[in-house]
């Protein structure tokens, strides 16, 4: 379990996928915040705090993982962003360097999983759970 509650946006089209990450991360002691679609994502950036924002590349005909954490960076600076995909091509990869973003392949190995958002949260700022 964490010493405090970290918060993460986890951003997924795929409900049965979403409800998978969250339903790990909260056995973690994590408070999720599942959004469906880069939408929700920005609304939830928009009025919330996180520690971490986890992003799938593909979010259907209404965006990319890209789009939502050039979102993010630009309304919570210094957010710790990571990008999940099923493939990742010479573009989606030199982008994700670039931009300095983590990259993890789906399947994820859940321990992998788990040990890259520990480590990212364990250098993210403190961020109070309340207010603004």
Not at 48 to 57: Q, S
Not at 75 to 103: F, H, N, W
């Amino acid at each position: 379990m964490c010493a405090r509650k970290y918060r993460i946006l986890v951003v997924d089209d795929e409900p049965s996928v979403l409800l998978t990450y969250q339903m790990i991360l909260e056995q973690k002691g994590y408070e999720v915040f599942p959004a469906p679609s880069p939408e929700a994502a920005r609304n939830a950036l928009d009025g919330e705090k996180f520690d971490l924002l986890l992003c799938d590349l593909t979010l259907g005909l209404k965006g990319s993982g890209f789009e939502v954490i050039e979102h993010a960076r630009r309304c919570r600076p210094g957010l710790p962003s990571l990008l999940l995909t099923g493939y990742a091509g010479k573009d989606v990869s030199e982008r994700a360097q670039r931009m300095g973003i983590v990259i993890l392949l789906k399947p994820v190995d859940i321990q992998e999983f788990l040990s890259i958002i520990a480590a990212h949260l364990s250098k993210a700022p403190e961020q109070k759970a309340s207010g603004q």
